[in-house]
Nanobody
Framework: QIRLEESGGGLAQAGGSLRLSCAAS????????VAWFRQAPGKEREFVAG????????FYKDSVEGRFTISRTNAWNTAYLQMDTLKPEDTAIYYC????????????????????WGQGTQVTVSS
């Protein structure tokens, strides 16, 4: 069983960048697929980006493709979300989530698949 903790959120201007980190503890991080979800005020939580257990494949929501990059360093038990060319509509609470998926080469976009969640970090983009 792993625990996840996000960091790196904050305030950015439109067109700017932020980098979120997701630090894992308490388990073998390399056994888990990892994803970032976000929830804006008054909206449902949505999939943003995901990465397979070994980092070999990544997947993105259409509206962030080309602007956001998900990565991981298993040796450091950490996943990242580099967010560039931020837009006001990216404003949300961002959550790191994981489920055990060693050997699986795809990612679930369904939040119900994910067993482990961080507490979330606020990202606010001003226009």
């Amino acid at each position: 069983q792993i625990r996840l903790e996000e960091s790196g959120g904050g305030l950015a201007q439109a067109g700017g960048s932020l980098r979120l980190s997701c630090a894992a503890s308490g388990g073998t991080f390399s056994r888990y697929a990892v994803a970032w979800f976000r929830q804006a005020p008054g909206k449902e939580r949505e999939f943003v980006a995901g990465i397979t257990w070994g980092g070999g494949s990544t997947f993105y929501k259409d509206s962030v493709e080309g602007r956001f990059t998900i990565s991981r360093t298993n040796a450091w038990n950490t996943a990242y979300l580099q967010m560039d060319t931020l837009k006001p509509e990216d404003t949300a609470i961002y959550y790191c989530a994981a489920y055990e998926a060693i050997g699986i080469v795809t990612i679930s976009r369904d939040e119900n698949t994910y067993n482990y969640w961080g507490q979330g970090t606020q990202v606010t983009v001003s226009s």
